[in-house]
C-alpha cells in the first residue's frame, strides 16, 4: 500500500507512519505541498491513502478533492488530526465522511489503514504530540463562565444536522461559486466581482467562506455586525449559528494571511468586523 502524509510536523508524522510498517507499505512524508503535487500530478505516483493534516488544509475552508478532479487524479484524503471528540469512533467517521464524498463506496482496501491510524492516535507515546486531538485541561476560574456540556439529544440533532448538510452538498448540482442571487444581494461591481472571483478561484474556498469573503470586501472599511453576517450567510442554507460565523471568520484570516496577492485583514469590533487593508501593505 502506498500511504502519503502531508503534514506540518513530519517529525510527529514520522512516529505514526512507523506503525505502518510492512514489506508492502510506502510511506512518504511531505512537509510541503508543492512536493506532494509533483509526485501525484507530475510524476503520475497516486497513493491509495492521504492523511492530511487538518490544521494544514482545513476541509471547511478548502475544497481538496476540487484540486484533484480537475486533474483527474482521485485517491482517499482524511484528517487523521481532526478535532472528532470521540477518539475510539475516528474510523467511523473518516470512513463515514469518505462515503459521503461519493467517489469512495468499497473501503475494504484501506480499512486496515484507518483501524491502524485510529490505534496510533490513542496511544499516551504519541497522542500527546500530535496537534488538533488533545481534549482541553480542565480549568477553574470565577472569572470564566462555565458552559454545560451538550447532551445526548443535542449531540444527536447537530450530528443529524452535519449529515444533511453533507448529503445535501453532494446531491446538489450547485457549482461552488457565488450564486446570482447573492451576487445581486451585494450588488457587486464588475471590479469587485472580478476581484473576488479570482481570489476564490485562487484560494479554492467553500461556498460558505466564498460569499462570506465577497460580503465583507463588499462593505471593506465598515463595521459589519453579527446579525448583519447571519442575515447574508443564511440567505443560500440554513440559520447561520454566531459560532459558526466566528469558525468562519478564523478560517477566512488564516487564508488572507498565506495569500500574498490580497493584503487585507479581519479586525474585531463589538458584535461585529471589518476588512481592512493591511498597513504594512500601505507602506
Not at 502519503?4 to 510492512?22: I, N, S
Not at 488530526?81 to 475510539?88: K, R
Not at 461519493?102 to 473501503?107: A, E, I, M, P, T
Request: proline residues 6%; charged residues 25%; hydrophobic residues 35%.
Amino acid at each position: 500500500m502506498r500511504i502519503y502524509f502531508l503534514t506540518r510536523e513530519p517529525d510527529v508524522c514520522q512516529l505514526l507512519a512507523d506503525k505502518f510498517t510492512a514489506p508492502d507499505n510506502e510511506i512518504k512524508i511531505f512537509p510541503i505541498i508543492t512536493k506532494l503535487f509533483q509526485t501525484v500530478f507530475d510524476e503520475g505516483i497516486l497513493p491509495d491513502i492521504l492523511f492530511l493534516d487538518f490544521l494544514y488544509f482545513q476541509s471547511d475552508a478548502y475544497d481538496f478533492y476540487s484540486i484533484l478532479k480537475k486533474k483527474n487524479k482521485l485517491f482517499p484524503v482524511v484528517h487523521y488530526n481532526h478535532p472528532f471528540p470521540i477518539a475510539s469512533k475516528r474510523k467511523y467517521f473518516w470512513s463515514f465522511n469518505l462515503q459521503k464524498t461519493g467517489y469512495f463506496k468499497d473501503l475494504s482496501k484501506i480499512e486496515p489503514l484507518l483501524s491502524i491510524m485510529e490505534n496510533a492516535l490513542q496511544d499516551p507515546q504519541i497522542a500527546p504530540y500530535v496537534s488538533g486531538i488533545q481534549q482541553p485541561q480542565p480549568y477553574k476560574s470565577s472569572d470564566l463562565r462555565y458552559i454545560e456540556p451538550l447532551k445526548a439529544s443535542e449531540i444527536a440533532f447537530y450530528t443529524e444536522r452535519f449529515d444533511n448538510v453533507i448529503t445535501d452538498k453532494i446531491n446538489s448540482k450547485q457549482k461552488e461559486y457565488i450564486s446570482p442571487s447573492t451576487s445581486n444581494f451585494l450588488n457587486l461591481n464588475s471590479a469587485d466581482k472580478r476581484f473576488t472571483n479570482d481570489f476564490r478561484s485562487r484560494n479554492h474556498l467553500s461556498h460558505k467562506i466564498s460569499v462570506l469573503f465577497t460580503y465583507l470586501y463588499s462593505k471593506r472599511n465598515s463595521h459589519v455586525t453579527l446579525d448583519e453576517l447571519k442575515n447574508v450567510l443564511s440567505k443560500d442554507a440554513k440559520p447561520e449559528s454566531p459560532n459558526g460565523i466566528r469558525l468562519a471568520i478564523y478560517r477566512l484570516r488564516s487564508i488572507l494571511k498565506e495569500d500574498v496577492k490580497t493584503h487585507f485583514e479581519i479586525l474585531n469590533y463589538d458584535y461585529g468586523y471589518s476588512l481592512v487593508e493591511n498597513e504594512t501593505s500601505l507602506k
